[in-house]
């Protein structure tokens, strides 16, 4: 059964980091591209980070640039978002997921970060 399971989630101050992990178990890892989506209080989900299945192509919503990283470990299959100097708009329920073309598309329950003073 294919499983995305999002750990690293919290609460921080403004300027702070964290790190989200997904690990991934029941499909075929390296086949899928990876992405971070985040959806806010009363906002749309949104894309925040992509990276394709061997790690060659990454993408970064503009608001988010320059602050966090996505990585891929394809031993570990497990997907990382460093985020660095979190800011209090950054505060979403943020959500793994898997995809492999068209037909193939997972995601996981979600993590809350949380950026308050």
């Known amino acids: 059964q294919v499983q995305l399971v999002e750990s690293g989630g919290g609460l921080v101050q403004p300027g702070g980091s964290l790190r989200l992990s997904c690990a991934a178990s029941?499909?075929?890892?390296?086949?899928?591209?990876m992405s971070w989506y985040r959806q806010a209080p009363g906002k749309e989900r949104g894309l925040v980070a992509f990276?394709?299945?061997?790690?060659?192509?990454?993408y970064y919503e503009e608001s988010v640039k320059g602050r966090f990283t996505i990585s891929r470990d394809n031993v570990k299959n497990t997907v990382y978002l460093q985020m660095n100097s979190l800011k209090p708009e950054d505060t979403a329920v943020y959500y793994c997921?898997?995809?492999?073309?068209?037909?193939?598309?997972?995601w996981g329950q979600g993590a809350q970060v949380t950026v308050s003073s």
């Open positions: 997921n898997a995809r492999s073309g068209v037909r193939n598309d997972y």
């Open positions: 029941g499909f075929t890892f390296s086949t899928y591209a």
């Open positions: 990276i394709s299945n061997f790690g060659h192509n990454t």
